[in-house]
């Protein structure tokens, strides 16, 4: 390796990914950020927007002017709206700089899907097909290579980590999987509304865009990547009353009969060298208070002999294996560094 | 009908629904409060157990002495674990009193599945058989008529109105059935554990019980009365950091390709005379914070054309529609009250 | 009295105090609410703003017409923001119709203090001579005879009812007086900004408004009025992660050594007759959960020997005796109602 | 300094102090945890007790044998309830080891105070002269040379720190000292109890023990240090429906007129080279969530005009700063590493 340190540029910080980027850098032994953009703070600290960093930096945000950060930084996070980030993926990666863009606009292979999801063209086709999606449990190999990373949506992340083996194993009837799951607020970002308004969110819990929501195709493509065929899925996501975590559980009827003991040693194995998917003993279900602010992914197994339907549920923070933690562990990887520096940190509890 | 009032006692009133009873039955008409029990807390108010019921009671709690209580009430409320419940439930019948008994008891009419779920044998298998299941949008008739009543576990209500109209009418697959819940932390009783401590709770999430939870039996019977056929179901229950309020979202294969206002049709057609039951309008979809505290079940649905799957989401506060409100309601069913007494209250909200 | 029923509009609507009053007033036996207002969602039905009021109404919203509106409503309440609610309380009462005012624009007595606080001039200086601040347990004969009534703030309510008897018998050092106050978020009102986005106010506590927040001058006027000369406080308010509730924690040095049995025995007499304040046992303090969704106000005092000093410790939902509880208990009086009519309701606990 | 790393034994691992030691330490670049102990759950992995450890140590936990533990560890931590930490801080000591004690056992330099606050008597009065008090801030030469030192409790932290510039430097009218703190749920331990079951904290909120509770001496020895002379306040802590945090609201009247400005320079001054003391820019004023999972604590000032009176406000996590980051932070002293070693880390938001 002939990098021993990076300069990171963040753009777009003043979100919940941005700000969580940052606090997981601050502890990487071998990255420093160095730029940070807002728009509307451009020119104040990033500690008047994200308080809790104060003591830490000084830096101050800037306007997003790509040649002006491409100076200052080998290694950009994109963590910006999407459509926005198509075009400073291009910048940036015209600049000759590496990506890791935490937005969707990346991540679809297919650009006509974007469209239909997005309902905005992809501006940069050529560049899409270039860009690698970053779940390295899946394409380890290829994000070592890449300039331009899709880092995965945050429910697709424990969707797709929940079904990987099953899939990939042919045991699962593609058919009958659907996915239902849990997210805290944070996964909604930072703008105000009256959706996410304290008291309209505490003592709630409800569905929404049942159906129909974004992340979607992501996950379709790629469990018909682990399948070697298309899969349609049932996907629904519910709004949880806390800051962090989701929790996905995922059904899937078992093409033959399977007992939890055998479903749970494929799960073993599928993950036994994965450094961020810890497969819970037999028996044992996640929850996402022990992953709260770690780059985990907690899985638990079982075989329903009533129904002879796998349930699998995992657990992760939607700030971190479900965005920013990833797009660390992508940088890694990318990098040439060791996949778990920055991330070997415990979640909080309680 | 001959009665105007009629006294009540709340056999085992410590626990959280025999406080939610007294909290509703203060403002029922025809209804008041002569008894409540109480082992722990014999001699002692009711408000040394509940201080939110204080400057509107004087009520001491007493033992459970079945004749004692009679001389006292004409209608017996029993907030009691299983297997207690049992044996109070054959005394006060004895003494020739009405009972609602919000245990599950006497839910399940067959005495060996019972035994299977509950891991105990049934005392009196003849009391059972003459047990009605309390849910009025199913069983009106027979509950008016019922002098023990088998009021309906929380999942359970939430499961089944959700399903109901789709499994009467026989359009759904029968063998598809996928019920994930989501409950508040009430629903598990005012027993303190770790489990249920609240920095163990708060922030955290996850799904418990999978494919073994007691309520499971409870639902496959009324759904399998519905369907007039067997049925099995997959059921996931999870606990959600919030007081009240259960969301079942509720999968199944439609038989036959059905859009979306054709089910809304259907559902509201059902329910159309329903006064608890309030099918939402087309494309919205149930939030609990809207039923907190009421009696109401709010059922919102969507039928996906990309899976030709049903997906129902139906909300009810766990404490009322779903154990204390729905025990009111069948009270004034047994005593040819108007249906709505009591229970006239809207949510709380925020 | 020769009046039975009262028809209601409540003006304002669609904020939380508007929705809080329709709660409220369905329960009430003598009030019918049969004219709503809000500009933003004039021509829809109130239940699109507030779907937990659902199945109880199908009132629809209209835009603020004082003369139209006087044809409809005999009795109004002002759930607007201050300023707004000076002109609309001036219309109807140039209509003749009895109006609460849930803003502060009439609570002030002194219109140059408004002035100061509130930094906008007072229009009506000479209505606002004839206004009665809406206490009851301070003012209830004034108040019944009040044509024009101004509803006190949620944290002067608290405060007051805390230090009132300390005050009134002249037992408090009145230049020591401290004030640390606590509330729920649904404080705030329902317009979304980032102070109040969920996962910014969750798992968050801070204190805000140090020594300027606007209510000072209210609890001043009130506890000057009792003392019988000028008071000054300190009053620091806090934001606490919940929906509704203000627990107060209020601090003077005692004139002389006095026991907690003497102090407690001085607030129950002086709450004797109160039906809304329960002086709690001896050794007892409040918990705003008791008081949820309820009109009560819940006390429990300490006199400390250590350092001579009372501290007194309050409960109320805020948005109850905190706001349209107490405008409902204050339209009673004013209507020669029972003081209890559609407030005899248990606080919703857990 | 020779030494250049060290091994650790967290004795009492179970409760939430010891759980956050081992999460703290993971990133500890000179510390190594190499003991941990519970009686209860000896034989047993630390990671069932703690599955947000899981995939970061295998370390079994074993019954409290301080000998045994001697042998594995340089250096031990005592997470133990008070009293019993007495004995095994004598222990360790016996055995040469430096040791922080997280108990209140060393804490109150007078043992007839401990006597009379925690109704046992001291054991150890030889020892207890030998403890230290470890608050860097006061303390940090003596912690530098301590062998045993007495880790502050979590209110006096956030108390001590927020008053320690206006009592050193006489500014305070030391009578009038009000300290009103509110703590997170964290604070009160892990052992389950109807206190803190989760549906009566959350949406409740109350002050305890007030005047009464067991931090007021360690508060006041700290002060009367700095003040010269002895110390009497008023204490009431507050429980908040939160995980984690302290935010203390401190209140004295200021000896002579003094100005926000010229309070907020002498706090400036006074922390000016404090790792890990913020005091925040003039007219802002601290929030838990900004600390939480940090060392930090934060603070604010405010001198009111009005009154004459100083309120502070300061904001910890109990769990960190409050505990066992600080303990982090005197082990740091102690052994002649960098204080800040392994609390580099920013807090965790949202």
Chains 1, 2, 3, 4 share one sequence.
Request: hydrophobic share 40%.
């Amino acid at each position: 390796m002939g990098i021993d340190k990076v300069n990171i540029a963040i753009v777009g910080s003043s979100g919940y990914t941005g700000g969580e980027l940052y606090r997981l850098l601050i502890n990487h032994p071998r990255a420093t950020v160095t730029a940070v953009t807002s728009e509307k703070s451009a020119g104040k600290p990033i500690t008047s927007i994200f308080p809790h960093l104060s003591g830490l930096t000084d830096l101050v945000c800037e306007p997003l002017d790509a040649s002006a950060i491409a100076k200052k930084a080998d290694f950009v996070f994109l963590a910006l709206p999407h459509v926005t980030a198509q075009e400073a993926a291009f910048q940036f990666h015209q600049l000759g700089k590496k990506v890791v863009d935490l937005s969707a606009d990346y991540r679809l292979a297919d650009p006509t899907v974007y469209e239909t999801w997005y309902e905005h063209c992809h501006q940069y086709p050529e560049l899409l097909k270039s860009a690698v999606y970053g779940l390295p449990e899946l394409h380890r190999e290829k994000i070592k290579k890449a300039s331009l990373l899709a880092n995965p949506g945050c429910y697709p992340t424990s969707a797709i980590l929940a079904l990987a083996p099953l899939v990939k194993k042919g045991l699962a009837d593609i058919a009958s999987i659907i996915i239902d799951s849990k997210s805290g607020v944070s996964g909604a970002g930072r703008s105000p509304s009256l959706v996410y308004h304290y008291p309209e969110v505490n003592e709630g819990l409800m569905a929404y865009k049942i159906g129909t929501h974004r992340h979607t195709p992501e996950i379709e493509q790629e469990l018909a990547g682990l399948a070697g065929t298309p899969v349609t899925i049932s996907f629904t996501p519910h709004l949880i009353p806390m800051n962090r975590g989701i929790l996905t559980t995922a059904y899937a009827m078992l093409g033959s009969p399977t007992d939890t003991g055998r479903l749970h040693a494929l799960y073993q194995e599928f993950y036994q060298n994965e450094p961020f998917v810890r497969v819970l003993a037999l028996g044992q279900f996640p929850n996402v208070r022990n992953v709260r602010g770690s780059n985990f992914c907690d899985i638990g197994v079982y075989a329903d002999p009533r129904t002879n339907r796998a349930v699998v549920v995992s657990a992760i923070d939607n700030l971190v294996k479900g965005a920013s933690g990833q797009a660390i562990q992508n940088m890694n990887l990318m990098m040439g560094f060791d996949e778990r520096d920055g991330l070997k940190v415990a979640g909080m509890f309680p």
